[in-house]
């Protein structure tokens, strides 16, 4: 009867949310050996710039396999670590790590640069700068070799102290890209106060590019206003040949997607740059309407 299939679907509802919500548990509690069992690591997806095709730099995304829950996508778990004070360990990791990586490939005669993605925490964090400057000297980087990516929610959510930070870090030389850009509510001109270089298009415009009338409308008048107020702009989700070109002939600077390569381990990078032909993409200055 109605009343025992209602009883039924509330049992069912609530049993979902106690499975989460265990798993949720479980996750917090193990993020803290993760680092110490060696379950985290970095894998690396390259952009290429339009203008030449070739590889411009590699974005690094953090990666978890937990001994008996497998692979935990980081959409779960960074929001899982930053909601329980577990992030600062994380991005602490995180850094020394890509910064060894980076003076490790340059040892091998690569001079490679990296994006990395910052979190909300990050963004607010005013001794971030120093620390990054002495990871710099520790591994003899240059400002060149390191790139930031930081979403405008977490900048808009305590815009004086992300200013602080994001200018000191400016100063050292990184670049800043804003993430997601679109999915945010700050206008272009909330944005241009901050001491960004680049907007990433995200992905939800992106991947339907070629059959999607609107996304084209967004990513166009995206890629002309950014270009007006001197931001370099990235798509990410670059999925198919179709998208790549039109995103060429827009004037996009750089392309991120699976079109290209999905994300790869460190040690396979080397060996995937030996094998990567430039691009032919369309020269956006003979096809220009
Ligand atoms: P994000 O920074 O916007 O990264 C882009 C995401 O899109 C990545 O997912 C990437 O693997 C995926 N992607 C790239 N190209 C394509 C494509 O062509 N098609 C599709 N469908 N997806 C594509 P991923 O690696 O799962 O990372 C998800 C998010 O987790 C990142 O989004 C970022 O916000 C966060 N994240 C990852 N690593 C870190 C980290 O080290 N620190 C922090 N704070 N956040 C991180
Ligand atoms: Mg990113
Ligand atoms: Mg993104
Ligand atoms: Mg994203």
């Keep these: 009867d109605k009343a025992s299939r209602q009883r039924l679907n509330h049992e069912r509802y609530v049993e979902g949310q106690d499975e989460q919500h265990l798993r949720q548990l479980a996750l917090i509690r193990d993020l803290q050996e993760a680092v110490n069992n060696n379950e985290l690591w970095m894998a690396y997806q390259p952009k290429v710039d339009t203008r030449t095709g070739e590889v411009c730099q590699f974005e690094a995304l953090m990666r978890w396999r937990h001994p ?87 900048v808009m959510h305590d815009v004086d102290a992300a200013t602080e930070t994001l200018l000191a870090l400016s100063q050292l030389g990184l670049k800043i890209s804003v993430d997601d850009y679109g999915t945010g509510y700050s206008s272009l001109a909330q944005i241009k106060r901050l001491p960004v270089d680049e907007l990433k298009i995200d992905k939800s415009f992106v991947l339907k590019l070629d059959t999607q009338e609107e996304d084209l409308t ?4 995206t890629i002309e206003m950014g270009h007006n107020l001197d931001l370099k702009i990235v798509a990410e989700g670059v999925e198919n040949s179709a998208s790549a070109e039109l995103l060429s002939r827009l004037h996009c600077d750089y392309l991120q997607g699976y079109w290209i390569a999905k994300p790869m381990p460190a040690d396979a990078v080397t060996a995937w740059l030996t094998g990567f032909k430039p691009l032919l993409l369309p020269d956006s200055s003979i096809t220009n309407e």
Excluded at 72 to 83: C, K, N, S, T, W
Excluded at 218 to 221: E, L, T
Aim: one cysteine or more; aromatic letters at 6%.
């Design 218 to 221: 967004i990513v166009r008048s």
């Design 68 to 154: 008996t829950l497998g692979f935990v996508p980081p959409d779960e778990f960074i929001g899982l670590a930053e909601r329980s004070g577990n992030i600062a360990m994380l991005s602490q990791w995180m850094l020394g790590h890509v910064c060894q990586q980076i003076h490790l490939w340059k040892a091998q005669g690569q001079h490679l640069s990296v994006a990395i993605n910052l979190s909300a925490s990050d963004v607010t964090d005013t001794a971030l700068p120093e620390r990054l400057n002495k990871l710099f000297s520790h591994y003899n980087l240059t400002p060149d070799q390191l790139a930031l990516e930081v979403t405008e929610s977490d």
